[in-house]
Every structure is written in C-alpha cells, then in structure tokens.
C-alpha cells in the first residue's frame, strides 16, 4: 500500500511541475528617445512592469539597451515593443542584430585548391 500511495504522489508531483512549466524569453530592445539618465530608467521601468508577463527589466545606459525577461504564455515580444508607445518611447529589437554580427562569415575555398587537394589524397 505504501509504494502504491508514494507512486501517486511522484506522479501528481510530475503532473504539476509539468503544467507549471513556463515559457520565459527575453527580449533586448533599445529605444527612441535614447535613455540618457537614471530619471529615463525609472520612467521605462515603472511603466514596464506593469505589462502583463513581465518579469524582470534590465536597464543599460552605457549600451543604450532594455532588457526585459517575459512569460511568452501572457504576451509576446511585439506587445511589449507596442507597449512603449504607452509612455512616449518606440521600441526596436536589437538581439537580431547582435545575432548577425557575432556570425562569423566563411570563407569560399577556390575551386581549384579543392581539386589539388583532393589530387594529393589519391
């Protein structure tokens, strides 16, 4: 009987991890105005907080960035760029650049040097 009950119990505990999962992603956006002070941190963050999904905010003035960290089941990265309209601020995301520029870039190999490489291996 107790192995039975302790077998139910891991299973209802399974259960419940398993749909309390969350989807938590994180969106960097930087802004227009620029922030140039801590009064423009304040203004972005007291207001962000506020949108439904959020989770944490992170303020960069030496990088010109926001980055705020959202339950991806409550909202979506787009609302929350609209969502800085609400405050006098536009929003733009910048993790897809930050992605192109980390990208290392390949080198095309001449053809012929692959054709003497492969010559040497016969």
Request: some cysteine; glycine content about 4%; proline content about 3%.
């Amino acid at each position: 009987m107790n192995l039975k009950h302790a077998l139910l119990v891991v299973l209802a505990l399974t259960t419940t991890l398993t749909l309390a999962a969350k989807d938590i992603k994180t969106l960097v956006v930087t802004t227009t105005p620029q922030m140039h002070c801590g009064g423009c941190e304040t203004k972005i963050k007291s207001n962000l907080r506020f949108e439904k999904g959020v989770k944490d905010i992170a303020t960069d003035l030496e990088r010109q960035t926001v980055t705020i960290t959202y339950d991806a089941d409550k909202t979506t990265a787009a609302a929350l760029v609209q969502s800085f309209g609400k405050f006098g601020y536009e929003a733009r995301p910048v993790a897809a650049e930050a992605d192109k520029a980390v990208a290392p870039k390949k080198e095309a190999k001449p053809a012929e040097g692959r054709k003497a490489a492969s010559a040497k291996r016969q």
